[in-house]
């Protein structure tokens, strides 16, 4: 069965640091990019960034750039986002996802991660 | 605001037939493939239809996708209240260089 397993929910301060993660298995992991999906409180859904975890080919969306990291370790077959400094406006669920190309502007989400919770709260 | 409007909400009664609809521009929807995505009460999306009107498997075929010029519609026959969720679209913009989702729409099963 094909799978993303996400790390549990994270209660953290304003200022701390966070790395969180979506492990894959049941199909190739170096095979398919994976992005990271920001939901805040009551909102919709907002794409910050894919990895491919073949070649760690990274690509962010304008409003997450240099806000966040994503990396990966294929070793264990493992996506992350990370935080260096956390902000109150960081408080949101996270998504990571498995993501179908097609072609360069042809691709969907196919299978998503149960999400992480993510309170940041002085 | 997204580039990608959908109506907030939408209702119809059991039984009934309920469409979604999307609009974008010529840089987005207009050139590009269209998914859907169905997030049920405190769960994450799922993938209901992707490159506009192809059903994952597992999908029934009372969900279908459809996309004309600049804009795209999830239609949903036969709804239950099991159906209650968010739906979200998705496509991405050429012009942007960025995947984009639409703002959602809350479907209620009267």
């Known amino acids: 069965e094909v799978q993303l397993a996400q790390s549990g929910a994270e209660v953290k301060k304003p200022g701390e640091s966070l790395k969180i993660s979506c492990k894959g298995s049941?199909?190739?992991?170096?095979?398919?990019?994976i992005g990271w999906v920001r939901q805040m409180p009551g909102k919709g859904l907002e794409l910050m960034g894919i990895?491919?975890?073949?070649?760690?080919?990274?690509r962010y969306s304008p409003s997450f750039q240099g806000q966040v990291t994503i990396s990966v370790d294929k070793s264990i077959s493992t996506a992350y986002l990370q935080w260096s400094s956390l902000k109150a406006s960081d408080t949101a669920m996270y998504y990571c996802?498995?993501?179908?190309?097609?072609?360069?502007?042809?691709?969907?989400?196919?299978?998503w991660g149960r999400g992480t919770l993510v309170t940041v709260s002085s | 605001q997204s580039v990608l409007t959908q109506p907030p909400s939408v209702s119809a009664a059991p039984g009934q037939k309920v469409t979604i609809s999307c609009f974008g521009s010529?840089?987005?929807?207009?050139?590009?493939?269209v998914s859907w995505y169905q997030q049920l009460p405190g769960t994450a999306p799922k993938l209901l239809v992707y490159?506009?009107?192809k059903r994952p498997s597992g999908i029934p075929d009372r969900f279908s996708g459809s996309k004309s010029g600049t804009s795209a519609t999830l239609g949903i026959t036969g709804l239950q209240t099991g159906d209650e969720a968010d739906y979200y679209c998705?496509?991405?913009?050429?012009?942007?260089?960025?995947?984009?989702f639409g703002g959602g729409t809350k479907l209620t099963v009267l």
């Open positions: 996802a498995l993501i179908v190309v097609v072609t360069n502007t042809d691709w969907y989400f196919d299978l």
């Open positions: 049941g199909y190739s992991f170096t095979s398919y990019w």
């Open positions: 990895i491919h975890p073949g070649d760690s080919d990274t």
């Open positions: 010529s840089s987005n929807i207009g050139s590009n493939y």
């Open positions: 490159e506009n009107n």
């Open positions: 998705g496509t991405w913009d050429s012009s942007l260089s960025a995947w984009v």
